[in-house]
């Protein structure tokens, strides 16, 4: 069949390279796509927030599937459309997508299933969300409620910290997504995240993978959309994973069901893991990003029966087979990252830096006037590489990293470094 995937990044790169090995796809479509996924697919210009451009172009190329990258797309409602003009299409539609476009509603529906999760209060006020968050504990979590690229979330250790960030939301920082304000408990342990494939009544478990956010090495500094990730995360054993299944994301797929929308797609678990057993911190409606990266590099199993199974409601026929190997993704970011990056800047070394167990999935990245990479994003290139264990995973990362010539890149220097400890 003939495939369009939507989406720009290291995420859509890495689907783009897994649905093109799939002997169902003929010819595989990205809008916009980005310099990597050009050399895989064709990229295609195209106003996604259009949902009838999308639809001609799939009715006018025979396209037999759709597949929805980042969350934006899925919260506006191009799911809806295109089912409702007869195209197969994998994601959730905008009213599930509000398991990660609203944090409010997510909670609503995990106070309601039992599913545990941080205490939490939805504020519309900012006098009244300070009131509560000083009679709470420090540290204290204030989140943007929307959508808000990974960086809506602000963990307070100060009274004044906690009314500086209730004071920034409300005053448009985040633009829309501000407009409500969700503050909760903040949970003490490790942080994991699980992925699963649903049908609307079946989660089917896929793997487990860690994630780095902030920006510096040690975990330091601003909250980032992700330097960097690995696959499986060792933190997640496997009767950890089964009472995620059992407590966190099955009676979501139920309670979701029950409330009449069903969700299909990925469900991305964000997770505490505390002592009293794991806590959800969050959910995403899409593979993560770079979760997504490392998940790819250790699907075993043919992606695109797994993606029509999810859509057409058959995950209980099928299953997903993976490499034992790790995976590990480092990121490089453009100078000035997370703030206003530097564009334009020229990337040398790509080509050379790829090899046995190393793949460079393109990010933010573009051809100038005389075709050569630039950088066009915040986050860049994600240099990925599987290995024996996740120290033979990252070693091949960063060998691959340092061949690419460009100065005004950065990369954090410590990728993996939960994992390796466990190891060692």
Known sequence: MNILLIGSGGREHALAWKITQ?????????????????????????????????????????????????????????VDALTAAGIKAFGPTAKAAQL?????????????????????????????????????????????????????????????????????????????AGAEVVIEDFLTGEEASFFALVDGKTALPLASAQDHKRVGDGDTGPNTGGMGAYSPAPVLTPALEAQVMREIVQPT?????????????VLYAGLMLTETGPQLIEYNARFGDPECQVLMLRMKSDIVPVLLAAVDGGLDHVSVQWHDAPALTLVMAAEGYP????????????????????????AGTARNGEGRLVANGGRVLNVTATGQNVREARDRAYAAAEKIRWPEGFYRSDIGWRAIAREE
């Not at 895989?40 to 759709?66: Q, S, W």
């Not at 004044?160 to 448009?172: K, L, N, Q, R, W």
């Not at 797929?253 to 797609?265: E, K, L, Q, T």
Request: charged share 20%; net charge negative; aromatic share 6%.
């Open 100 to 176: 990660e476009g609203s944090k409010g509603f997510t909670k609503d529906l995990c106070k309601r299933a039992g599913i545990p999760t941080a205490a939490y209060e939805r504020f519309t006020d900012a006098g009244e969300a300070k009131t509560y968050a000083a009679g709470r504990g420090l540290p204290i979590v204030i989140k943007a409620d929307g959508l808000a690229a990974g960086k809506g979330v602000i963990i307070a250790e100060t009274r004044e910290d906690a009314d500086a960030a209730i004071d920034d939301m409300f005053s448009g920082s985040f633009g829309a």
């Open 253 to 265: 797929v139920d309670a979701m069901a029950a409330d009449g929308i069903p969700y299909v797609g």
């Open 339 to 362: 703030g206003t990056p530097k564009k334009g800047t020229v990337i040398e070394g790509t080509e050379t830096a790829a090899g046995e167990g190393v793949v460079i999935f393109h």
């Open 22 to 78: 799939s002997p169902l796809c003929d010819t595989l479509w990205c809008t916009p796509g980005n310099a990597g996924i050009a050399e895989v697919c064709a990229c295609v210009p195209m106003n996604t927030a259009d949902h009838g451009a999308v639809i001609d172009f799939c009715r006018g190329n025979n396209v037999g599937l759709v597949v929805v990258g980042p969350e934006q797309p899925l919260v506006e409602g191009l």
